[in-house]
């Protein structure tokens, strides 16, 4: 069975540190990729998404990933994060089957970010 | 715009007492799916419709069980809830097969 998993449960880092996430997946086959971001309060909401070509993808609000395949990995990156950055982040995987696709979450990353 | 709407936001039932869930889209999607999310958990897939064809996970219980009347809606039917199935309630929709994934709000739903 296909899994994703987050290696840090919380983060807490100051305004203009910098910010990577971890993030693997099992999943052999073809898979698609992303982060998504859930705000306090809010829905989760695309930040990223990795399907093929460059394995360095850019998202929303200065975030990026690296698909790096034979690590099984896609990693989010940020250079500088801001206080409104504070939110769960979620890793996701989907399997592309035949004729359906079903998406993983991995169990997310509460990122506190101090003024 | 609101894409992915679910109603009610907030729901408390009895334990045991019937509940329906509703999720509503504007996107014309053709997937739907259903997820489980538990405090400080991933959300968990519990079965999503691929048009009309339903695909229920294996490990979802018997207790849940859903609707697709038409395109634009989904519902999740819960027979008897117990007290371990309070959870948010997670409806997301995406145009097919490998594509993202957008979500509602959520239903929190409370067991008493």
């Known amino acids: 069975a296909q899994s994703v998993s987050q290696h840090n449960h919380h983060v807490i880092l100051s305004e203009a540190a910098s910010l990577e996430l971890g993030c693997n997946y099992s999943y052999g086959g073809t898979v698609n990729l992303f982060w998504y971001v859930q705000y306090p309060g809010q829905h989760l909401q695309l930040l990223l998404k990795?399907?093929?070509?460059?394995?360095l993808v850019k998202g929303i609000k200065g975030f990026e990933a690296e698909f790096i395949k034979s690590k099984f990995s896609f990693n989010l990156r940020k250079p500088s994060v801001q206080w409104s950055d504070t939110a769960e982040y979620f890793c996701a995987a989907l399997k592309v089957d035949s004729g359906y696709s079903t998406l993983t979450f991995g169990k997310g990353t509460m990122l506190l970010v101090s003024p | 715009d609101a894409m992915v709407i679910q109603n009610p936001r907030y729901q408390v039932t009895q334990f045991g007492k019937p509940v329906t869930l509703s999720c509503s889209q504007t996107?014309?999607?053709?997937?739907m799916y259903w997820y489980q999310q538990k405090s400080s958990q991933a959300p968990k897939l519990l079965f999503h419709?691929?048009?009309?064809?339903?695909?229920n996970e294996a490990d979802t219980p018997d207790n849940f069980q859903s609707r697709r009347p038409n395109t634009s809606f989904c519902f999740l039917d819960i027979r008897s809830p117990g007290l371990g199935d309070a959870a948010m309630y997670l409806c997301?929709?995406?145009?097919?097969?490998?594509?993202?994934?957008?979500f509602g709000q959520g239903t929190r739903l409370t067991v008493v």
């Open positions: 996107l014309n999607h053709n997937v």
């Open positions: 419709y691929y048009d009309k064809d339903f695909n």
């Open positions: 990795y399907f093929s070509g460059d394995p």
């Open positions: 997301a929709t995406s145009r097919g097969i490998g594509t993202e994934a957008f």
